[in-house]
């Protein structure tokens, strides 16, 4: 009974008091509940002189229970619930599906749908995204990029937290599949650093701090880069010769090749990175999914066949991936209604393939607890 009341709690206080105080335009498909202003004055005080002194202990065992979409409005409800959520957002997040995103293709600024595996929906407007494409998402940040002033905005839809990349000095094509952006703090730049690799100069790895006057920097790789990703504090680029390297940011930076042997695959594949907290992996993301791991022990490319198949595999056109352990999850994989299950290796069995032409949300990669800038 408890949970549900927090329930209910939480879809007022997310309709009327969230959205005021971040100026959202949210709301949930299936709420199908009264929200008066009578009715929520009255939950406000309740809140205030009441709910704010629950046992921690207890409001921790509820907050698990909850969706990603009630925990930010748990967090909103007062001092001593947001700092329960705040102490604990690594936890939760990363006991929650990756949830279905869209984004409308309006001129204007765009809306932002996300879907969590209830299919309950959530709509937000992107900020100053007018004369803006959508190329990619990363750490929790959708990546925007206006052509004419060539700027790269980065926008948190929960948060509205906004990273400004100014000035690119190369060119983006429209199309998500041909770039590659990735957010990562670097003790050597002293802040966070947007690391981009684009189709259009598929040879060059630019990245700059933020600011009104950024500056970008570049390494230049001997051949044409199919994708770069950040893995235990490191940053590797996988190229069309399936050569592997690793990238050292500093305004002189460094490009060094990686000496792996046995990779299975001719030049004509289209690869990505794929990882988990453990394992980094290279897959081929056209036709029938395929995927081989860095031992970095060994130094080589061995069968990643039984490795991946202990966990849910993300994949979508917009390069953002995952392997993620449906057992660190609080629901079962299975409610989620969008998963498309199939064994490209196995056809008796089913392999956990999550594809989508949109993108996918990881909760667990996301830093509004720790908002960069």
Known sequence: MLVLWLH???HIKWNFTYTKSLNYNCSFASAGMANTRSMTRKLNKDVSASWSDLDQDLLLLIMMHLG???FIAFGDVCKSWRSVAVSNWNKFMVSKQPMYLSISSRLNDKECYL???QRRKLKTTIPHSNGT???GIT???LIFFEREACDFWLVNPFTKKELCFRDFPFGVTPFP????GILVFSPSMFGWVFVVITHAFADKIAFSLPGEQSEWYYATSPSIIHDLHFFKGKIYTIDWNSQLCELRLNREPTLTLLNMKNFPWAHNYMLEFLSSSENLFVVDAVGDVLAVEAD?????WVNSNRTIGAYAVFLSNFKCAAAIRPDTWIH???QYQRLNFSDGYDPSKTRRMCLTTNMWYFPHDCLIDTDPG
């Open 332 to 334: 079962p994989w299975t």
């Open 8 to 10: 209910f709690l939480l």
């Open 296 to 300: 970095f022990d060994e130094m080589k």
């Open 115 to 117: 879907e969590d595996y």
């Open 68 to 70: 990603v979409l009630d």
């Open 133 to 135: 494409i959508c190329v």
């Open 177 to 180: 599949t041909r770039f590659r």
């Open 139 to 141: 750490c929790g940040y």
